[in-house]
Every structure is written in C-alpha cells, then in structure tokens.
C-alpha cells in the first residue's frame, strides 16, 4: 500500500501571491481548510488504505500544507526542491530535516536551477514526465535523470495557472494519464501524445477546478468535487473516483495532489 | 555577426527540446550551426548538443540567448584570450594571433568583443580603458600594446552562403574567358547599386591599361555619375590619364586614331613635368591646366584617391607615396565601409588592395590575363569574381549599365 507525506493547515494561509489564484484579499478560512484536510487525511488512510505521515507545520510558511513540492522521492533517495521563489525557499530546510532524520540519501540539483520536486515531476511507466519554466528550470531535469537513471521529458509550461506539472497532467496507469492540453505548447503536446499511449486530455472547465490535480492509488482516484465530465471519462477508464471539497488549497493555487508527496 | 555557442543536455531528442531551441533560434530572427551532437544510446542515457547562435546584433544575440536558456540552452563556458603586452616596437610578442580578413571576436571579460578593421596578416590588440578590439600591422606596435596570443579566446565567424544564387557565390566563378561577360557585368552593376543604397562604398583599383585601351573615358563617367568612392591606383594610371588629357595619347598613341603621335613618347614626360611644375594634380586641376580625364573628375568630385609608386616609375607626379608602409596606410585609412571592389588590370595594387579588405567586401577583379585573375579571385577573398577580359568592353558595358 502506498504511503503519502502530509502537512495539516495550521498555518495555512494566503500571505503573499507568487501565481494568478493567490489573493491576499481573499484569505483562506482556516477551520474550513483544516476539515477539508482532514477529509482528505481520512479518505486516503481508511477508505484507501494508505499510510500517511505527517509533517509538523511551522508558522509563517503557509505553503508547507502543500507537501508534493518537498521534493522527489524514489526509494531511499531523496531529491530536494530549490524553490524558485524566495517565500517558499524557507519551507526546503524543514522537508530536508524529516527526510534526514529517516535516513533517506539527499540529492539536490546543481548550480542555481530551480526544481519543486513531485509538483513538477511525475513518474509515468518508466518515464518521468517533467515541467519546467514556471517553476522549475530545465537544466535541473538531466541531474534527475541522471539520480534516477531514467529518461526525462520536458515539458514546457506556458499557462501561469497551470504553473506546476502536476496541475495539468496526472499519470492514471503505466500508459494513460490525464491532461490539460493548453497548458502546454505544440511541442509538449506533441511529446505527449508520441509517449503516453492514452492520453485524454481535460477539458478548461474541469482543468481550472483542479481536475488534473488527483491523487491516483491503483484504480481510485481522489480528486475536488464537480469535475463531472472527468469523472466520467475515469470510470469510463475504470478507475473509482471519490470527490472531496478541496476549495480552500483552490485559493493558494493547489488541490488534492498537491497536498500529498509520494514516499512510497 | 555576434554568436555565442551553447550546449544542450537531457532527454533533449524525445523531449523535443533541440528541435525547439532551433526553432526558436529562428523565430527571433538568428541563425545556427550545429557543431556537436551525441546522441545517448540507451532510452534513459542524456544527449548532448553543442550548437552556435549568431543574431545580427548583440542586443538581438541577448535576447536569444535569454529566451533559450529557458529552454536549457546555456552558453558553454569560454575562455578569454591571452593578452602580453608588447615588448618592443614594430614586433609582435611571439605566437601572436595572426587574423584572417573575416569578422573577428575576442573573448575579454566575459564578453565577445568585435575586433574592428577586420584585415589579414595582422594582430589584434586590445584597448582595456575602451574596451575594444582592433587588427593591428605589425610595424604600428608599440612596446606595451597588448596583444592577443595564440588562439585561446579568438573566434572567427565564417561567411555564409547567400539564399540567393549570385555571381559573387564562394569562388563559385571558375575564372574562364569562356563565360557571357554581359549577364556577370550586369550583376556586378546590380551588385554596386545594392551597396550603393546600403551606405556602402565602392572602391576603384585600376592599372594604366584602362587609359591605353581607351576605356578611361568609362571611369571617368562613373566617377563623375558618383558610382565609385575611393581610387587606388599606381603613378602610370594617373600619368597615362593626365597625358591623355593634356596631348590625347596614351603611351604616345592616339586614342582616336590608334596611331603613334610625333615625339609621342616625349608625351608622358611632358604631362608629368607640367603636373610637377603645377605643384600636384590638385593644383594642376584647380589652375585650369587638367581639365579632364580620371584624376580630374576624382579632384571635382572629392574623390579620395590614394596612389602607391614602385621603382620603375617615372616622375613620379607630386601625390605619388612612394613610402610603401605609408602607402598602405594611406590605403587603410579608405577601407572602411568598402563594400565592393572592382580591380582592373592590376596585379600588385589589387593584391594590396585585397589584402587591406575584410572578407565581406565583394571582390571584381578583371584583367585580360587569367593567370592573373586567378591569383586575384583565390587570394583570401571570399566572394570574388572573376571576368578575362579587356579592360574597355567591360567598362564599356558597366557603364552602359548604369546609363539604362
């Protein structure tokens, strides 16, 4: 059964804006975000039979709640993040001290490229499908590559709402997955359809509720309520799907994929 | 043409990264030549690209470079060039660069810098206060000049084949006499009139059979009609005109009549005494004695001409260099913004000549013997043409060119 990194809201808040959701007049309601939490919390450790760890929050980093951009994960390797922005770049030495403490081997990207872990990079059969531009830069995918020893394809991301790769494309299997295609440019497009043997694409209305943005364990998937028309296509893929409100992450930029990392 | 050469690595083919990066290259209106690709050999082994962008100016060349670092395309780290101080005059250190004629960069502080005056057979030396970068003749140096050695940090930027098919294509012209003259004469007009409108100038080498043959008359007009910019010419072309000019011979022969004159070749004597006695071809011109012929048209127009002698001159007339560095010099200081060249009946001066240009000015060189044309046409330039011919026909037919 897998197991998921997670971080509850107690801090979370919107206290600055680095992509086009964030509002600072639009704060998030707190005891809100810490049900909505919760729920998911639940859903993943009874009805999905996942172990979740979780990560103490620490005040004034609002963005720890969203746990995929700790890093990447692969067995007892650890790839840190090096965030683009400065706001975020304080949350990387608290993921790091957790993942040291259970002895996992820590990699960082070189120089100065900006990587944000499972956020930008998703594992599709033996691929690993990475976004960059947005958030990460390209050179940091060859040093993934190489940590991993696997192939690497880039994706340019040209949408600021769709700023992470994980908020446009979700593997569902080793050869499906789902995807927003303007979040992408021809060539993505292209790369994708040449490598994912079933790739359906999303349509805008379901992409801005955070569709794309689903936790995917075996063949259920959780993801914001109302997204109907992908729901339709998952089962049509028979995969279950179970719907959560996850509408007060939708404020700073995230849902339910981006509340979790993958540790195993 | 400001280049910088990146590199490429990952996943860079199934990605379509490198396909990309080209595209965009060309989008923002560069250019690029590949140099290196290594492709990985299994699915999970990285690529690796080396590949040279070239923008038309450097602020165009940065905002490439900004939009393809995005994509992973990031400059391969360059190493500066060896700059030594002189440590004598009229010498170069030892294993100075030696520079071609085409356009030259050299890497200083981190930066491409633009040698100016592209000119082969020299050096490069370096202002640090001024930042820049010029070519250099070896006996102009002066001791604690600094000066580019080896070749660490130096990059020359080759000539690229033109789109468009013309007669000035990479040495395509086989020098033959062989060819119809009047298609190449009528680019070569063409070519005159594009630089012409482009700011650049044209520059005139011409040996005294251009007066024997009766085609000074041609030059003359072309001069006056504003065609040409700079003259480059030896004592006997100015001599030969000026005798024309002042008895109607030319080496004692009448150019009307084809016959020898009487004492007619006392004639040459004579125009070279009355010039000298006129105090130079500009006084001469301006006191009424020279009222026509070459050097007279380039004295009304203000045409800059420079005239190198050699040791069988006669006279020689008063604006002769007979100081063979000055005289290269002299020629130096009309090569800038040269564009075209057309070298008539001339062997040494057009060598000069073409050893003073950079690789970009387009070369014409015309002479009745292909030996001649040949060593012209091979001699370092790059886009030369070569026409076999006597001299007269083919100003005879630029000029009818321009007239039409």
């Known amino acids: 059964m897998p197991s998921f990194l997670m971080c509850p809201p107690d801090f979370y808040q919107i206290e600055y804006e680095i992509n086009p959701w964030m509002n600072r007049r639009r704060p998030a309601e707190t005891a809100a975000a810490m049900r909505q939490w919760q729920a998911l919390h639940d859903l993943l450790t009874t009805k999905l039979g996942a172990t979740v760890e979780t990560l103490n929050p620490v005040k004034g980093l609002p963005d720890l709640v969203f746990t995929a951009n700790a890093g990447l994960v692969a067995g007892e390797k650890f790839i840190r993040s090096n ?104 060539y993505g497009r ?52 179970h719907e959560l409100d996850l509408s007060e992450f939708h404020r700073a930029g995230g849902s339910a994929k981006c509340l979790v990392l993958r540790l195993s | ?28 209106g560069g250019t690029f030549e590949i140099i290196e690709v290594a492709i990985g050999h299994r699915r999970e082994d990285p690529s690796r690209a080396r590949v040279r962008v070239s923008a038309a100016t450097q602020e165009a060349l940065d905002a490439l470079l900004g939009r393809i670092k995005q994509l992973g395309a990031v400059p391969v780290v ?41 000119e082969m057979d ?35 930027t080759p000539l690229e084949r033109s789109p468009e098919r013309n007669v000035f294509e990479f040495m395509a012209s086989s020098v033959s006499s062989e060819k119809p003259k009047g298609v190449v004469i009528k680019e070569i007009g063409a070519q005159i009139r594009v630089a012409k409108k482009a700011g650049g100038r044209v520059m005139v080498v011409a040996g005294p059979a251009v ?44 150019l009307e009549k084809g016959i020898p004159a009487k ?12 010039i000298r006695r006129a105090g130079g071809i500009r006084n001469a011109v301006e006191q009424g004695i020279l009222k026509s012929g070459i050097m007279a048209a380039c004295v009304r127009k203000g045409i800059e001409f420079v005239l190198a002698g050699s ?21 130096r200081r009309l090569v800038p913004g040269v564009s075209v060249c057309v070298m008539i009946a001339t062997m040494l001066h057009s060598i000069a000549a073409g050893n003073l240009l950079p690789a970009l000015a387009k070369l014409v060189c015309v002479d009745i013997n292909p030996a001649v044309v040949t060593k012209l046409t091979d001699r370092g330039s790059f886009q030369a043409v070569g026409l076999v011919t006597d001299v007269e026909p083919f100003l005879r037919e630029l000029w009818k060119n321009f007239t039409e």
Not at chain 1, 154 to 181: G, K, M, Q, W
Not at chain 1, 203 to 227: K, Q, S, Y
Not at chain 2, 220 to 242: K, S, Y
Not at chain 2, 265 to 274: G, P, S
């Open chain 1, 83 to 186: 965030f683009r922005f400065p706001e975020r770049q304080r949350e990387a030495p608290v993921f790091e001290a957790w993942f040291e403490k259970r002895f996992y081997r820590i990699f960082t990207v070189p120089g100065d490229a900006c990587f944000e872990g499972e956020g930008d990079a998703l594992q599709l059969g033996k691929t690993l499908f990475a976004g960059y531009r947005m958030r990460s830069d390209i050179q940091s995918h060859r040093q993934v590559g190489e940590i991993l020893g696997c192939e690497v394809l880039s994706l340019e991301l040209v949408d600021p709402r769709f700023y992470h790769l994980d908020t446009c494309f979700c593997p569902l299997t080793d050869r499906a997955a789902l995807y927003f295609p303007p979040a992408f440019d021809d």
């Open chain 1, 190 to 241: 292209k790369v994708i359809a040449e490598s994912v043997p079933e790739a359906i694409p999303v349509g805008r209305e379901d992409a801005l509720r955070f569709a794309c943005n689903a936790i995917v364990v075996g063949n259920e998937a959780v993801l914001h309520a109302g997204c109907e028309a992908t729901n339709l296509e998952l089962r049509r893929h028979g995969i279950k799907v």
């Open chain 2, 1 to 28: 043409m400001p280049s910088e050469t990146v590199e490429l690595q990952g996943h860079i083919i199934d990605s379509l990264t490198l396909p990309k990066v080209l595209d965009e290259v060309m989008n923002f």
């Open chain 2, 78 to 118: 360059e190493q500066e060039a060896v700059l030594v101080p002189a440590d004598i005059d009229g010498a170069f250190p030892e294993n100075f660069y030696c520079t071609t004629n085409l356009q030259t960069f050299i890497r200083h502080h981190g930066r491409w810098i633009e040698v100016e005056r592209p």
């Open chain 2, 122 to 156: 020299c050096g490069i030396v370096v202002d640090p206060k001024r930042q820049i970068a010029s070519t250099l003749a070896v006996h102009r140096v002066k001791k604690g000049d600094l000066i580019a050695v080896g070749h660490q940090g130096v990059k020359v």
């Open chain 2, 211 to 254: 007066v024997h043959t009766g085609a000074g008359t041609y030059l003359e007009r072309l001069i006056e009609a504003g065609w040409v910019d700079v003259l480059f010419a030896g004592n006997a072309l100015a001599v030969h005109d000026i005798e024309q000019a002042l008895y109607g011979t030319s080496l004692g022969v009448y």
């Open chain 2, 263 to 274: 004492e007619g070749h006392e004639h040459h004597m004579r125009a070279i005494n009355a």
């Open chain 2, 311 to 331: 040791i069988r001159d006669d006279g020689p007339l008063p604006e002769v260099i007979t100081d063979m560095v000055a005289a290269q010099e002299a020629v």
